[in-house]
């Protein structure tokens, strides 16, 4: 056989190998981070930011990180705790259910607001959504992963 | 010598804190060394072909050079601006250009030619333009756009905006292989559909994110499908009617299939509720046959799909030579250069640069080859779900993955269409087909996906809804028990 055309296949075949390669890289990369995202022990769902606080506890800029059920309010039982005259001992709760997340008044007497409207017994947020519990803000997030 | 730096600048150039990106350097040499090997199996196969001495030389060195040089400045621009954005989008689409470039290379010169201050440039010298137009679109977007509020403030401008592009193309647009595409403003000419996907993206996942929570609570009861209240049905209707519309107007077929696909991807992943897919897919269905009904082209491609032997030299003929192509490559392909004989003087695939180069590819680089290259989409597709998912909010989330799935789908559509398992519909592979247009609006595509997955980003604006936030005075509100 002709050593120019088995060179050429040598050649051919080491770009198609390339290209193969090129996908290995990658797929060791996403490997890699999935493995890293596993041993992340921190399986919140989702987290609330304070974005606004001026008088009370918790601080602007403070994260919590959410389970399927968190309650909250003044009483020091409630998984958010919220140092505020205007807040409820019991406020509200947010729960996911298998779709979205829910936000529900416990009746409090002051109101809990999602974008800046009472809401009335349970109500869906998404993601970005802002709540507000006396006079705390919290911005509702995706948590990072 | 000392440069006058006003303190703007100053403050600029301060605030400049260069990041290595190890990942992509190591990804970018690996997208070199591959196009470097494709360009010179391209060069050595010409050459041997042409009866010449034995070389090693790339195909056309210089063009190789210059869109490796454009691909590492891109490169260079992310790390020196520090950002801490995904990594392995820029190499993958490098490579994915690569190929085009060396596809275009490969192909009759003659298929595209421009005249320029004198001199006339052939398909390979303007794709390469247009690809290097493209990765500077994708490097300023990634660097530029450190905050979506203008893309989510205003999505009924966006949704206007697309609107008035779409008609705009209805009222001046000129035909090409039976579709409304393009439009001719002075000596530019450019297919508005490709900027609309990228709008429409921007509208639905502006307008999913708003009413998500209605969507999601579906009130109404139909039989076994759970429906939200009518008002918020419509939208649905609205895209519909709107796709349906282009395959009436436009006869763009292609780019219907696009926007409902994409439209009710997003609607599931908004609302996790299969019942609006299936609601999607009856219309869907609906809206087929009405078409295959009324107008003869949409029967043609139904029909060519079915069945494109029947009038293999005429209607069928782009689909047959499409089939014969992919089984002349075999497994490993004829080689690139190899290929695609010429039939009496002419190509066997008149559009193999713009809707066949799937075929080309198949043809000279065979099924693995093929498998790469659909591989290559899959890692796109991966990397821009994943920067949804780890998006903060709703919006962002939607958009990312939004235009993750025009790139993806369009891709499917086009390469299921060279296929025939699907019926063949005229869209562009993405950054592979030749044509500036889509190269432009998926450069947009991947530079926003670049930009949102950066964690530097801004975070997001406050919602809009009810803007009169409550502001408590002090009397008006009693203090909690």
Redesign the interface.
Known sequence: MDP??V???I??????G??????F??TR??LRDLRAAARDPGGALARL?V?GSDVSEPLRGTVFGLDAVATIG?DVNNSIVVED?????E?ATLTFRG??WYVEDLG???GT?V????IEGL????????L?V??V?F?F??S?? | MTLAVGPRARLVISRIRPRARR?ES??MI??A??LL??S??LG??QR?LAGQK?S?LPADAGQLIIYLGALFAGHVALVLAGRRAD??LL??IG?LGGVSLILMERLPQSLVTQSLAGRTFGLASIQLGWLLLALAVITIVALAVRSDAWLRRYKYTWAAAGIGLLLLTFLFGNEVNGALLTIQIGPLSGQPTELIKVILVIFLAGYL?EF???L??ASMRLGPLRLPPVPYLLPMLAMWAMALGIVVIQRDLGAALLFFAVFLALVYIA???ASYVVIGLVLFAAGSAIAYQLFGTVRDRVDIWINPFLDASGKGYQVVQSLYAFARGGI??T??GAGLPLVGGRLPIPAIHTDFPFAALGEE??L??VV??L??YL?VI?RGLRVA?????????LLAAGLTLVVGVQAFIIAAGNLKLIPLTGVTLPFISYGGSSLLANGVVIGLLLALSDRGVE??P?????????R?LGGS?????
Request: aromatic share 8%; net charge positive; glycine share 12%.
């Open positions: 120019y055309v060179a050429i296949w050649v051919r075949i080491a770009f198609l390339g290209l193969y390669l090129f996908m890289g990658v990369l996403l930011v974005v003044r005259e205007f807040a409820s001992t406020h779709r979205a409090s007497t002051n607001f974008n800046g409207l009472r109500r869906a947020i998404g993601y970005g959504d802002e507000q006396g006079r803000r911005r997030e995706r990072r992963r | 990942r190591g990804l690996v997208v060394v591959v090997l494709g010179v199996s050595a196969t041997e034995v090693w990594q392995v190499p993958t490579l994110s998500r929570p209605i999601v609570e609302t996790a509720r490993l392909g080689g690139l680089l065979g693995i080859g790469a290259i591989g290559l890692i991966e998912a780890s998006a903060a909010d709703d919006f962002r989330s975070p997001p406050p919602p809009q809804v009810g803007r009169g936030r409550p408590f509100r009693r203090a909690a028990r």
